[in-house]
C-alpha cells in the first residue's frame, strides 16, 4: 500500500514522484521501459531544451489548447521555478535564441541524472520493466474510487492517489502508446480526438529530396489554403529540407497551428530565401551580380546567392543554362531566378505520420479535470498530468514546462 503511484517515467511522472516524495508521503513510480526518461532523453536532438525562460503572458501565448487550463498549474510553478529547481539540484543551464534553456553540457541526459538523484535521494521506491494492465476501480458511477493498478502477472498494487503520466501516442518506440488514453477511457472520462502535433511535412515536389538536409536560418514561410486561396499562416525563422518534405522549428509550429488545413493536403507553402529584401531590391542586386561576373557561368554566380546543394535545383526550375555566361542571362532568367529566391512553392501533401511527431495534440478532455489538482473530478483518488490530457503548445520548451508544472501541481496537493 503506497500513498502515491505513478505510471510513467517520464518527466512528469518523475517530477510528480518527486513532488509528492517531497512532502513524506510514500511513492511508488512504475515504468515499462528499462529505463526512465525514455523520450525525454530524445529530446531536442538529445540536448533537452526543458523549458523556456519568459514570463507568463509569453508562455500561455504559445500554448495551443486550452491555455486557461494551465493558469494554476503555471503561476504555482513556473519556467522560473522550473530554471530553480534543476539549478538547485546540480544542472547548470544556458538560455538561447528564444528563451530556449538548455542543460550547459547539452546532454539531456543530465537532465535525467538529476531527476534520478532526487527519486533516490527521497526514497521514491522505481520500478522498471513493469507494464500497468489497468486500474483499480471501486463504487458505483458517479461515485468511483480508483485505489490502485494491476500489474502484468496480475499483480495488484494498491494506493491512495494514482497518477497517470503515461504520455501520448508520438515516438512509440520510448514507450508512448496510448496506455494514459486507455486508462481514461477505463474510468469513463471523456477524451478529444488524438492527433499528431509539432509534426515535419511531406511536399509533392521531387526536388526537395535533392536539397535533403539544407538548413535555412532565417527564411519567412507563408502557408496558403490551396493554390489560388488566402494566407492563413506565415513565420520567420529556421527550417529544413529533409528527402520526404520539410521540417524545422517554423514548420513544426506551423503543423499544430494549422493541423486541420494541412490534414486536408490542400496547402501551399512559399519560401522566401531573401526575406530581408524586397523584389526590387533583390532584382538590382542579381543586376550587380551578373555584371560584375562577367563571363563567369550562371552557376559559379549561384553559389553567391545559395547554399551550394540548392544550387543544381535553382538551375533546374529557372531552366537556365548552368554554363551560360552571366553576361548573357536575359532579363527573363533574371526574373525568374529572382521570383524562386523569394518564393519558392510547395504543395504540402500532408504531415507525416505520428511516430515521428515531437507531440500527441488531443487526449483526456480539460472538462474532466480539476486544475487546482490535476485530479479526475469524476474519480476520487485518479489524477493525469502531461503530455496525456488535452494541452500542447509551440516549440522552444513550452510543452515540458507544461509537463512540469501539471506534475508539481499534482504532487503539491495530495494529502
Known sequence: MYDVCVTGGGAAGMMCAVTAAKKGLSVLLIEKNEKLGKKLFITGKGRCNFTNCCDPDVFFANVISNPKFLYSAFYDFSSYDCISFFEESGLRSKTERGGRVF?????????????????RRLGVCIRLNTEVKELILSGES?????KGVVLQGNERVMARHTVIATGGISYPSTGSTGDGFRFAGQAGLEMTALRPGLVPLCTKEAFVKDMQGLSLKNAEVRFFKGKE?????????????????ISGPVILSASSLIGEDIKDGNVLVEIDLKPALTYEQLDKRLVRELTEGGKKTFKNILKNLLPSSAVPVFISLTGC????????VSKKERHSLRNLLKCLSLTVTGPVGTDEAIITRGGVSVKEIDPS???AKKIKGLYFIG???????????FNLQIAWSTAVKCGRNMT
Open 103 to 119: 542543460p550547459a553540457s547539452d546532454k539531456s541526459s543530465d537532465v535525467i541524472k538529476v531527476l534520478e538523484k532526487e527519486l
Open 142 to 146: 458517479g461515485e468511483k474510487t480508483c
Open 229 to 245: 486561396g488566402s494566407l492563413i499562416h506565415k513565420d520567420f525563422g529556421e527550417m529544413l529540407f529533409t528527402h520526404f518534405g
Open 321 to 328: 543554362d548552368p554554363d551560360k555566361p552571366c553576361n548573357e
Open 373 to 375: 489538482t490535476m485530479k
Open 387 to 397: 503530455e496525456v490530457l488535452d494541452t500542447d503548445a509551440l516549440t522552444g520548451g
